[in-house]
């Protein structure tokens, strides 16, 4: 895929929607990232469904540690995972508290420290939460990237580094809402919907369902 295709690829999709937006529901850079980590192997409507009962009564590492292990994981037993998300979260907490004041580290290495945080949840924090123009590279977001001939690579990271080399500057802030909810409800695993498709005359997918 030459430079142009993917110049034109990010300015339908932004024309098409101008301000994306993660679809988690969040009010604080901390609340941002125990959503993210609560994602993992989970859906965003299932950990809205959680959170909405759990920020109610604990949005600041305070509060959240102060539910402990098993409180928290009261909250949020729906999710796949909980007992380890539980812990985990709890020990960031405890990290927030004693090394960050309570703040959310706005940098990838203090980041990465925190129980449960890789590098695809730091990258979302450090793009949703802060304004930098990382990606996440998800299943999705490797699905169209390889599909779409985008950025093809055989590890997310791999990914990543192409669609921060290749994706024209002024759509990198953005760039990783746009190709997750494409992924999500356009470019579907298992039948994509090439017929409604706003980029699939640019798409190298070679077996489109038009």
Same mark, same amino acid.
């Given at each position: 895929m030459n430079p142009a295709k993917r110049r034109a690829i990010f300015e339908r999709l932004k024309a098409a929607n101008p301000r994306p937006t993660t679809e988690l529901e969040y009010r604080s850079p901390f609340e941002l990232l125990v959503a993210v980590v609560l994602s993992a192997q989970a859906t965003d409507r299932g950990v809205n469904l959680a959170t909405r009962k759990l920020f109610a009564? @604990?949005?600041? $590492? +305070?509060?959240?540690?102060?539910?402990?292990?098993?409180? *928290? @994981? +009261?909250? %949020?037993?729906? %999710? #796949?995972?909980?007992?380890?998300?539980?812990?985990? /979260? %709890?020990?960031?907490?405890? *990290?927030?508290? +004693?090394?960050?004041?309570? @703040?959310? $580290?706005?940098?990838?290495?203090? *980041?990465? =420290?925190? $129980?449960?945080?890789?590098?695809?949840? =730091?990258?979302v924090v450090l793009n949703t939460a802060f304004g930098h123009a990382t990606l996440a590279v998800d299943t999705h977001i490797f699905r169209v990237a390889n599909r779409t001939g985008l950025a093809p690579g055989k590890t997310p990271l791999e990914v990543e580094r192409k669609l921060l080399r290749f994706v024209p500057k002024e759509f990198l802030q953005d760039a990783h809402h746009w190709l997750i909810l494409h992924g999500r409800y356009v470019c579907r695993a298992r039948k994509p919907? &090439? #017929?409604?498709?706003? %980029? @699939?005359? /640019? &798409?190298?997918?070679q077996e489109k369902n038009l």
């Open positions: 009564v @604990a949005d600041s $590492p +305070e509060k959240m540690l102060a539910l402990g292990e098993d409180g *928290l @994981a +009261e909250y %949020i037993k729906s %999710i #796949g995972l909980f007992r380890s998300k539980a812990r985990h /979260l %709890i020990q960031t907490c405890r *990290l927030l508290i +004693e090394r960050h004041g309570s @703040a959310v $580290p706005s940098d990838r290495m203090n *980041l990465e =420290a925190l $129980p449960g945080v890789g590098r695809k949840t =730091a990258n919907l &090439c #017929g409604q498709c706003l %980029i @699939a005359d /640019l &798409c190298d997918y």
